[in-house]
């Protein structure tokens, strides 16, 4: 007879089958996740799926989490985000020290925590290198916590790809822009309020046809032309959201164009490392 830990963790892997079988748009990944036992895969599992939209399977012995979720609904921030607050730490989020200190004795890995991080579980450490991968992963999670309205996968994807553009990275700018598109499709209008319905009207096509534009080009040149426009019309939308945290509207004068981020620290994505911090906010919408 088999223990009883073989045959659930064969259950578990059933229910996931079933689970990604449901999934559309299916994108699939691996990261590592911090934890100890069977309780802990049970709870980062949990956490993470969400029905016909993601599910995770966490395996103990190597502490991989494979993540298979709807990239037109979310994305692996949100996913890692839910499961840093039940408590475990992944590459791009710390679980908050009160959540952790809850967690059963056998469920207390140990922790590499060498980083300052909010009550959220960001990081907001010192980086070594201002064009560091350590940087590129702190400056997604903080652009990415920062609206909560319909249109939140929208701007997360616009964030990220600003991101991109400043690291000069245009492999990863075109698959941002291809989220971005998948994002701008999955808009329920009916959820929109009526201000930001009106506006959405008004520039959903034309943020379509940019986020399009640049996810298929590998010419940084022609990504940062086309960011233009798409911040224009960004700026246009955000104005009617309602933001938790603040955004700010930066001015390039080099390039007489504007982009939002969520950092006031100005980072160009028109010129990245050549003229980093090139420009000024000129608005702070809230």
Known sequence: MRPISKIMAVMMLLVSLVYTAQIKNAKTETVKISGNCDMCKSKIEKSGNVKNVATVNWDEASKMATLTYDSSKTNQQEILKRIANAGYDSESFYAPDDVYAKLPSCCQYKRNKTTTMDGHGHDHSAMKDSMSNEQNHSSMNQESKSVGSPLQSVQNSYFSLKNALVRSDVK?????AKELTDAITAVKMNELSITEHN???????????????????????KQRETFKSLSKNMYDLLKTSKLSTPVYYQYCPMQDANWLSTESTIKNPYYGAQMLTCGSTVETLK
């Open 172 to 176: 990863t700018a075109s698959a941002n």
């Open 199 to 221: 506006v959405w009207m008004k520039v959903m096509n034309t943020l379509g046809t940019d986020a399009k534009a640049i996810s298929e080009t590998q010419d940084v040149k």
